[in-house]
T-cell receptor, first 116, second 116 residues
Framework: AQKVTQAQTEISVVEKEDVTLDCVYETRDTTYYLFWYKQPPSGELVFLIRRNSFDEQNEISGRYSWNFQKSTSSFNFTITASQVVDSAVYFCALSEGTSTASKLTFGTGTRLQVTL | DAGVIQSPRHEVTEMGQEVTLRCKPISGHDYLFWYRQTMMRGLELLIYFNNNVPIDDSGMPEDRFSAKMPNASFSTLKIQPSEPRDSAVYFC??????????????FGSGTQLSVL
């Protein structure tokens, strides 16, 4: 069975601090996708990134970066120079199987609070 | 594109009443998913469709829940009779298999259901 663990329930940082959100996953599939979604206070789920299991290159998008390490089954997300607008719940998710169906298993989320 | 559209945004009902949640996926998408979000269980997949056909309903909690997709542009999730423990945010999401956007779920804004 697939499982995603986000051990950090809640993180509080002061604006401009860097923060890393951890994600550890379990799967027996050799091909899979990993995702991060953001859920701001307004409630919608916003797609941030998708990585496939064959691509372990780290990715950077502005202040966001992702570190995928297959050896430790981790897909961590770092926000550099955090801002108040980054306050949200962040979900890590794992797709099941090799089909293109986006049947995702979500972690329990990490609530990030960025204060001035 | 208008994105995934869900209605209503909020629904308050009394125990025992029938509740119908509606979803219009992104035009052209061939997968549709219903997720439920609660504090206790996080985001859970209830059911998903491919080309209007239900593929996996193993996440549907019990017979009180049913989902239909009569055509490619409309789906409903019905709860009859509703119970207070059904109170949650229900998300609809859609995706398109087989291209660059494959595996990427687009979520609606959710329906906040409160059963009194």
């Amino acid at each position: 069975a697939q499982k995603v663990t986000q051990a950090q329930t809640e993180i509080s940082v002061v604006e401009k601090e860097d923060v890393t959100l951890d994600c550890v996953y379990e799967t027996r599939d050799t091909t899979y996708y990993l995702f991060w979604y953001k859920q701001p206070p307004s409630g919608e789920l916003v797609f941030l990134i998708r990585r496939n299991s064959f691509d372990e290159q780290n990715e950077i998008s502005g202040r966001y970066s992702w570190n995928f390490q297959k050896s430790t089954s981790s897909f961590n997300f770092t926000i550099t120079a955090s801002q108040v607008v980054d306050s949200a719940v962040y979900f890590c998710a794992l797709s099941e199987g090799t089909s293109t169906a986006s049947k995702l298993t979500f972690g329990t989320g990490t609530r990030l609070q960025v204060t001035l | 594109d208008a994105g995934v559209i869900q209605s209503p945004r909020h629904e308050v009902t009394e125990m025992g009443q029938e509740v119908t949640l509606r979803c219009k996926p992104i035009s052209g998408h061939d997968y549709l998913f219903w997720y439920r979000q609660t504090m206790m269980r996080g985001l859970e997949l209830l059911i998903y469709f491919n080309n209007n056909v239900p593929i996996d309903d193993s996440g549907m909690p019990e017979d009180r829940f049913s989902a239909k997709m009569p055509n490619a542009s409309f789906s409903t999730l019905k709860i009859q009779p509703s119970e207070p423990r059904d109170s949650a945010v229900y998300f609809c999401a859609s995706s398109l298999a087989g291209d660059e956007e494959g595996e990427k779920l687009f979520f609606g804004s959710g329906t906040q259901l409160s059963v009194l």
